[in-house]
């Protein structure tokens, strides 16, 4: 176990784990410096006086060895994984790891357990290390950055569809996913792994542990996991399987979440939650903010706020994510994104009723679009998201779904996606409220 009584630690990046870090490692008595590029640009000059160096996720290990030896550089993460008195449930993977750890938080919390969740959602598990005894769980939320360096792995360790991404970060695609792959590399027989079959970085993950594994899939089936098949998720361990719930019964809505939907079943089911609560958390849980969340329905038309959608990637998952009519909202500011296949699907999706175009790439897709037939009504021009939220609402019919996944960033017309979707449930609650009037 590591000690960090009179040691002398610098902490770098002072964001909101850096804080964390400086704040508990002064509390247990080491003598903490907070080192940040904003202090100029020879802020790392002096690393070698220090016993510890801890870096925050946005740092990259290499960054710190031209200054300072390897051994020295830890994290917030790597610590917590040397102090934490209890077992750990670690999630990554490109998209849905967000979902996913609340998802098990939310079904550990309905069994009653002492649940923490944190990492790269909720808060710094810093915040929260003093208060774990031996029988309390957490849920970590792990990026590519924060694995990069890690040398323990979680009890129960999740990894999602894995694809490119943070290639800006990463040197290749291969430092990328054999960072994903430390959540599995130092685990024993004794630990779990659930992993994602249906796409390759991920399904080709299960040679890099040493503990049990388990697969979930929306496109395979019969095997020791949790997957789809008829319309419904099934689970199953020692050859025995159970149908857990109806997809339709599922509040989440969309073919990616049953991913999610299935490794939440399994990761809070090696961990102790009855069926019972894990489909009772199914059936009630909305999703993360700004993320395909159910915002209301206003006259028999669901509204959806999906503004974390900032590529056309997350913007074909939500399109697909329904069979009803759907009213979409596009565009946005430039991400320097390639709409092709956003146009492609869009196309050959039947049920998209109309597109409200906005911001300042609305022009390229449009362009994309018009290579393609189509059958729906385009609306153009709304300057904020009231005209937007008015113009869907006139056309919408009891039935049809209101999306806001808009494919860009918000820079134009908002100031962050955040605020782009606070200000669409607004709108949709203005409306709401008019109606019941």
Not at 54 to 72: D, F
Not at 252 to 278: C, D, M, Q, R, Y
Not at 361 to 388: C, F, N, V
Request: glycine content about 6%.
């Amino acid at each position: 176990m590591i000690n960090i009584k009179d040691k002398k630690i610098a902490v770098i990046g002072e964001g909101l784990e850096g804080q964390s870090s400086a704040k508990y490692l002064k509390e247990h008595g080491a003598e903490v410096t907070v080192l940040d590029k904003k202090q100029g640009d020879d802020y790392l000059n002096g690393l070698n006086n220090y016993d510890l160096v801890v870096r925050s996720p946005g740092v990259k290990p290499s960054t710190l060895t031209e200054y300072i030896s390897r051994a020295k550089i830890t994290s917030q993460t790597k610590l917590f994984f040397e102090l934490a008195p209890c077992k750990i449930i670690g999630v990554t993977g490109t998209k849905g790891k967000g979902t996913t750890s609340s998802l098990i938080y939310d079904m550990l919390r309905k069994q009653g357990f002492d649940a923490y969740l944190g990492g790269n959602i909720g808060e710094p598990p810093f915040n929260f290390l003093d208060k774990l005894s031996p029988q309390s769980l957490v849920v970590l939320e792990l990026s590519s950055f924060q694995l990069l360096d890690l040398d323990k792995s979680p009890h129960i360790a999740v990894m999602l569809m894995t694809t490119s991404e943070h290639l800006d970060y990463h040197k290749d695609i291969r430092e990328y996913i054999d960072a994903k792959r430390n959540i599995l590399k130092f685990q024993t027989p004794e630990d779990f792994a659930i992993i994602n079959r249906d796409y390759p970085a991920s399904n080709e993950s299960d040679i890099h542990t040493n503990a049990k594994v388990f697969y979930v899939s929306t496109e395979r089936n019969g095997y020791e996991g949790c997957y789809v098949k008829d319309n419904a998720v099934f689970l199953m361990l020692n050859g025995k399987e159970d149908r857990i719930i109806e997809a339709s019964e599922i509040l989440l809505p969309g073919k990616h979440n049953l991913e999610n939907v299935s490794a939440a079943i399994l990761a809070a089911t090696f961990s102790g939650v009855s069926k019972e609560n894990i489909i009772s958390v199914l059936k009630t849980f909305k999703g993360l903010e700004h993320r395909l969340e159910l915002t209301a329905t206003v006259n028999g038309v669901r509204y959806y706020d999906d503004s974390f959608s900032t590529t056309p990637e997350t913007a074909i998952a939500a399109v697909n994510a329904f069979q009803n009519p759907e009213i979409l909202i596009l565009g946005g500011s430039s991400k320097n994104s390639n709409f092709e296949e956003l146009a492609q699907t869009i196309s050959k999706a039947e049920n998209i009723k109309a597109i409200i175009g906005v911001g300042i790439e609305w022009e390229r897709i449009k362009k994309e679009l018009e290579k393609h037939s189509s059958t729906y009504i385009l609306l153009e021009g709304a300057k904020d998201m009231k005209t937007i939220v008015a113009a869907a609402s006139k056309i919408a019919l009891p039935g049809d779904v209101v999306l806001l996944s808009p494919a860009c960033a918000s820079f134009d017309m908002f100031k962050n996606y955040k605020d782009r979707g606070e200000q669409f449930k607004k709108q949709v609650e203005l409306l709401k409220n008019e109606t019941s009037n």
